[in-house]
């Protein structure tokens, strides 16, 4: 790899994430400070895994959308596992991250759902408003702020389960190498 990384900003990611199909074998696991759910592993470090010759920043950049991605798969998958949510048909998704299309395909792809993004990304604030609203009788009923809501777009997957398995499955490799890498006493290095 070369010193193009050190240029790329927020705003870059997502076309050169789309200059290349895939993330070329390559995957991320941002455990910078550990792992959350679902392994809470406080002792995980971050992790890049598959780099070759032929390793480009695009690939890079594209790999780090989709860990964001399998993040969220994770959870998703360990919330159903402990009965906390019923069976996703939909993800509603917001924030400044949502208005990444590459990154939102991705998801729909990886959780085999449609990913619906809101026309007001920053519904925390849009929240708060609704709140304020009600509290002061701007709006007599939580039914009136449901015409408010619009959908900019829906993500649909473009492709089938058993490829999304398959990127979990590596996915969760990648993670076990990331895992207990760290020790108690502030060293480094896997357990052998």
Do not use: C
Not at 27 to 49: H, I, K, N, Q, S
Not at 81 to 86: C, K, V
């Amino acid at each position: 790899m070369n010193r193009e990384l050190e240029t790329v900003r927020p705003g870059d990611v997502e076309p050169l994430a789309r200059s290349v199909d895939d993330a070329g074998g390559v995957l991320f696991v941002p455990a910078f400070t550990g792992l959350g759910a679902p392994y809470w592993d406080p002792y995980a470090r971050g992790t890049m895994v598959g780099l070759t010759r032929g390793t480009k920043a695009a690939h890079v950049a594209r790999a780090t959308l989709e860990s964001v991605a399998l993040q969220t798969v994770d959870v998703m998958n360990a919330m159903a596992a402990e009965g906390e949510a019923e069976s996703l048909t939909e993800l509603r998704v917001d924030g400044g991250a949502s208005r990444n299309d590459l990154l939102m395909q991705i998801q729909a792809d990886l959780l085999q759902v449609p990913i619906v993004r809101p026309e007001m990304s920053e519904t925390t604030a849009q929240g708060a408003a609704f709140l304020a609203g009600l509290g002061s009788g701007f709006w007599s009923s939580v039914e009136d702020l449901e015409e408010l809501w619009a959908v900019d777009r829906v993500f649909e997957p473009a492709i089938t389960e058993g490829e999304a398995v398959l990127r979990l499955q590596e996915w969760r490799r990648a993670v076990d190498r990331a895992r207990r890498w760290a020790r108690p006493d502030g060293s480094v290095g896997s357990e052998a």
